[in-house]
């Protein structure tokens, strides 16, 4: 038997496409057993991402059933009631209408955690309704805080945060019903709604801008992007680099550091240098730019300046972290980051 953590729990698995096998995938990297159930023409991201499902599936039993059978729904409904925990994406009422529904599951299954996750809930007034990540950030103010100073907003960042974000709710709540199952006996429904996760996250921007009376979405977004000394910047070579110097210690290094022009500008303190952030930024890219980037790395790194070069997703098997850290692995020759935590 497996020495990891979750060893001998067995996980019942109905989703599909990103948040609950991201979830499921890393319930597997901790120990527990994840049997698949996946529609007649397989899992949606087999055909949108195949790679993508590669390393979201790594070591699940995968099993295509149909389910409006009912001779195999009742097949599938045993295997439920073995299980410790069911995972589930579909929308509300579907898992009822296939005989797989909670209350029944619990009837026979008491100590079941059956997670049920989703994009708007199982309640309310969008319980019904399909959607993506880029719906459940533009319902959860995200979007709204999205593109850059003086841009519209945009698409987020180029990956799924909603979902990602979803999943590991759906994970520490799962892992939370897992001791109380240990201890009561009883399990529970997890009723995970993707867009509730998201706008939990959004709790400290709401706490600023209420205490700071940044009342329009115009002040709000000023805050969020003009920054003084915090940005993203491309150097003489071409390269990007990231920095961070928004405490008053790290600023005063910075700019000891790297030839900025700041005359007549009032840099004292944050809050002074927030005044003034178009400008003092302007001046901290026109010094990067005149620099290559190692060499802006090696300055403000010996002066303990929070600054990273920018890695490209093909970079990130081989940067020097990640080869450091031990953080890859790979199945079917796709390489992909493992669980970022090890459990001893």
């Given at each position: 038997m497996s020495?990891?953590?979750?060893?001998?729990?067995?996980?019942?698995?109905?989703?599909?496409?990103?948040?609950?096998p991201f979830m499921t995938q890393c319930l597997v990297e901790m120990?527990?057993?994840?049997?698949?159930?996946?529609?007649?023409?397989?899992?949606?991201?087999?055909?949108?991402q195949p790679g993508g499902f590669k390393v979201l599936n790594v070591g699940k039993d995968c099993r295509r059933v149909d389910l409006k059978d009912a001779a195999t729904s009742e097949q599938v409904f045993q295997l439920a009631v073995?299980?410790?925990?069911?995972?589930?994406?579909?929308?509300?009422?579907?898992?009822?209408?296939?005989?797989l529904g909670y209350d029944r599951l619990r009837a026979a299954n008491p100590a079941l955690i059956y997670v049920s996750i989703t994009g708007f809930g199982q309640s309310g007034p969008f319980a019904a309704r399909g959607g993506h990540d880029i719906n459940y950030m533009a319902m959860a103010g995200v979007t709204a805080l999205?593109?850059?100073?003086?841009?519209?907003?945009?698409?987020a960042i180029g990956l799924p945060i909603s979902d990602f974000c979803g999943s590991l709710y759906a994970l520490s709540t799962t892992l939370a019903a897992l001791l109380q199952v240990r201890a009561t006996g009883q399990g529970q429904h997890l009723d995970v709604s993707i867009v509730d996760c998201l706008t939990h996250w959004m709790n400290p921007r709401l706490g600023h801008f209420q205490q700071a009376r940044l009342e329009t979405l115009e002040q709000q977004r000023q805050d969020v992007f003009n920054k003084p000394g915090y940005g993203?910047?491309?150097?003489?070579?071409?390269t990007f680099v990231a920095i961070a110097s928004l405490e008053d210690a790290f600023w005063q290094?910075?700019?000891?550091?790297?030839?900025?022009a700041l005359d007549g500008i009032d840099h004292s303190t944050h809050a002074r240098r927030s005044e003034h952030a178009l400008a003092i930024n302007a001046q901290l890219a026109a010094a990067i730019r005149s620099l290559p980037a190692d060499e802006v790395?090696?300055?403000?790194?010996?002066?303990?300046?929070?600054?990273?070069k920018m890695v490209s997703p093909s970079e990130l098997p081989t940067s020097a972290h990640a080869v450091a850290r031990d953080l890859f692995t790979a199945v079917d020759g796709i390489k992909y980051a493992r669980f970022p935590v090890k459990l001893t």
């Open positions: 020495g990891k953590p979750l060893a001998g729990v067995h996980v019942l698995d109905f989703s599909e496409l990103a948040p609950g120990g527990a057993s994840v049997t698949k159930i996946e529609r007649p023409q397989g899992d949606q991201a087999r055909t949108l073995e299980s410790g925990i069911l995972v589930e994406g579909f929308r509300p009422g579907v898992m009822t209408r296939l005989g999205s593109g850059g100073a003086g841009q519209p907003p945009k698409d993203v910047f491309a150097t003489a070579d071409e290094r910075l700019i000891k550091a790297l030839p900025i790395i090696q300055r403000l790194t010996a002066v303990d300046v929070p600054v990273s």
